[in-house]
C-alpha cells in the first residue's frame, strides 16, 4: 500500500516537473527567434542610416544649399555627384523593414533630385532617378508593396519621360492584321509605358512561397522520422501516419507549385 502510494506520488511528481522542461524549450525557441528578428532589424536600419549618411555626403542640392536640400536651387551640380548620391539612397532605401525611418528620408532626396532634373530639362538624369525609386521600391516587394504611393508616383513619371524621349511615330507595336506596326503617338505611348509599368509593379503572388512551404513540410517529416520514428536498432516504432501525410502532404503542395 504504501510503496504503490510512493510510486503514484514520484509519478505525478516527475509528471509536473516534466512540463515545465517543455514549456522552458518552447520559451527558449520563441526567444531565439525575437532575438533574430530584432538582430535583422537592427542591422537594415543601421545600414540603411550608415548608406543614407555617405549619400548625403554627396548630395549636390544639400552641399549648395549649406546643408539642407534645396530642390529649386539654379546652382549647377558637380558632374557624376548626382548619381552617385542617388546611388547611396536608392541603397539606403533598400533596407527596408517595418518602421525603418531612413528609407523614407531617402526615397523623398531621390524624389528631389528627381524633380531639379525634370525642372533643369536633364531628362536623362530624371529617368535615372525615378527609375532608382522603383527598383528601390520593387526589391523589398512581398505579398504586398511598402510605399505604394510613391512607386505610382515614380511609373508616372517614367512613362512621360520615355514618352517624350521617342519622337511621334517612332514607337511602334505589333496590333493586329488590320494595322500591323502602326506608329504610335505621344499619347498612345503614354498609355503603353504606364501599362507596361503598372503590369511589372505587382506584389509577389502568394503562390511563390508554395515550393518553400512544400519542401519545410518534407523535410519536417523525414528529421520527424529520422529521430523519433525509429529506436536504437532501426526498427520502426508505432505508427507513423501523421507524419506519412505531412510528408504526402509537402510533395501535393510542391507538385501543385510547379503546376499553377
Known amino acids: 500500500m504504501g510503496s504503490s ?36 532589424w537592427t542591422r537594415a536600419v543601421l545600414e540603411s542610416r550608415r548608406e543614407l549618411h555617405r549619400a548625403q555626403q554627396l548630395d549636390p542640392l544639400r552641399s549648395s544649399s549649406g546643408g539642407a536640400p534645396n530642390p529649386s536651387s539654379s546652382a549647377p551640380m558637380s558632374e557624376g555627384s548626382p548619381n552617385d548620391s542617388a546611388f547611396g539612397y536608392k541603397r539606403a532605401a533598400s533596407w527596408y523593414v517595418p518602421f525603418n525611418p531612413y528609407v523614407p528620408i531617402a526615397l523623398e532626396s531621390l524624389r528631389r533630385l528627381a524633380m531639379v532634373a525634370e525642372h533643369r530639362a ?46 511621334p511615330g517612332t514607337v511602334s507595336l505589333h496590333r493586329g492584321p488590320e494595322n500591323s506596326n502602326r506608329p504610335l503617338t505621344r499619347s498612345e505611348a503614354l498609355v503603353h509605358y504606364q501599362a507596361q509599368l503598372d503590369q511589372h509593379s505587382q506584389p509577389i503572388h502568394p503562390a511563390s512561397f508554395l515550393p518553400w512551404i512544400g519542401f519545410s513540410l518534407i523535410l519536417g517529416s523525414a528529421l520527424h522520422l529520422r529521430r523519433r520514428g525509429y529506436d536504437e536498432e532501426n526498427r520502426p516504432l508505432g505508427k507513423r501516419r501523421g507524419t506519412w501525410a505531412t510528408m504526402a502532404l509537402g510533395m501535393c503542395v510542391a507538385l501543385a507549385a510547379y503546376l499553377i
Open 5 to 40: 502510494l510512493g510510486s503514484s506520488r514520484s509519478l505525478a511528481a516527475g509528471s509536473r516537473l516534466g512540463r515545465p522542461k517543455g514549456e522552458h524549450r518552447v520559451a527558449l525557441v520563441a526567444a531565439l527567434v525575437v532575438l533574430s528578428l530584432a538582430f535583422l
Open 122 to 167: 536633364e531628362r536623362a538624369l530624371a529617368l535615372e532617378h525615378w527609375r532608382a525609386i522603383r527598383a528601390a521600391i520593387l526589391s523589398t516587394r512581398s505579398v504586398w508593396i511598402p510605399h505604394r504611393d510613391r512607386l505610382s508616383q515614380a511609373n508616372e513619371h517614367i512613362a512621360s519621360l520615355l514618352a517624350e524621349a521617342y519622337p
